[in-house]
């Protein structure tokens, strides 16, 4: 536990050192400016979008961002003769991602609760940002190990962004009315990342939250082995280079 602790310290502090924390705040500042210029005052189906976006391609970027600079400072190669578990590694890590994630919700909701009308459930948005952001997280570690350099897993990003995100952005905001495109959608854990967020207004039906926060939770864990699993042969391959 202190080991986790201590990694999640320097995590948050590698973020602020790289410039992501300030990144992440200039992205919040365009959500914010947004927001200002939309001409309603109840935001409250404009957060739940706006939360889904950070959640999924945010918490990929940020991993991806970060392994690639320690890729290039040598971190990594340390990782090999430090008495530090991969889980704590992997973990903190993670968890540092859904930091920023939750900052971000902070700030966009405080916005909303001052200068705008949100009726959302903060501690149920709150959890849902935790699970997605998580899930999120290790796929941005697959797609790391999976690529050589920060660029090509920006594309795999890209592609993840169309096949999955897009469709179900599209379906949120009523561009897509189809009751059997509906259906197809609960393939992708993007859809039970849009439920859950969408579930905190209030009005889902009870067996889709149920359905999504299952869908969520059994995801992440088969994603966790998997990436601890492939975390071994990323961390042999950089330190034999």
Known sequence: MNSFVTLLY???QRMRKYNIFTAAILVD????????????????????????????????????????????EGTIRT??????????????????????????????????KIF??????????????????FFHSLVGFLMTFNTKDFTEMLMD???????????VLLEQVGFIK????????FIAPTKSAAILLESTAGGVEVWRTLFALVY???ASIALYYMVLKKFDEFQVKEGGE
């Open 10 to 12: 320097g995590e948050l």
């Open 29 to 72: 500042l365009l959500w914010i400016g947004v927001l200002y210029f939309v001409k309603v005052e109840d935001i409250t189906s404009l957060i739940p979008i706006i939360v889904y976006i950070d959640a999924t391609a945010m918490s990929m970027v940020l991993v991806g961002a970060t392994l690639f600079y320690e890729k290039q």
């Open 79 to 112: 990782f090999l003769v430090c008495p530090i578990s991969k889980s704590d590694y992997i973990l903190a890590k993670t968890f540092a991602n859904i930091t920023s994630n939750l900052i971000t919700l902070l700030i966009i909701y405080a916005y909303g």
């Open 116 to 133: 705008k009308e949100v009726n959302l459930n903060l501690l149920g948005l709150i959890g849902s940002v935790i699970l997605i952001a």
């Open 157 to 167: 990003m890209m592609k993840y962004t169309f096949i999955f995100t897009i469709p």
């Open 178 to 185: 189809n009751e059997i495109v509906d259906k197809i959608l």
């Open 216 to 218: 969520l939770i059994m």
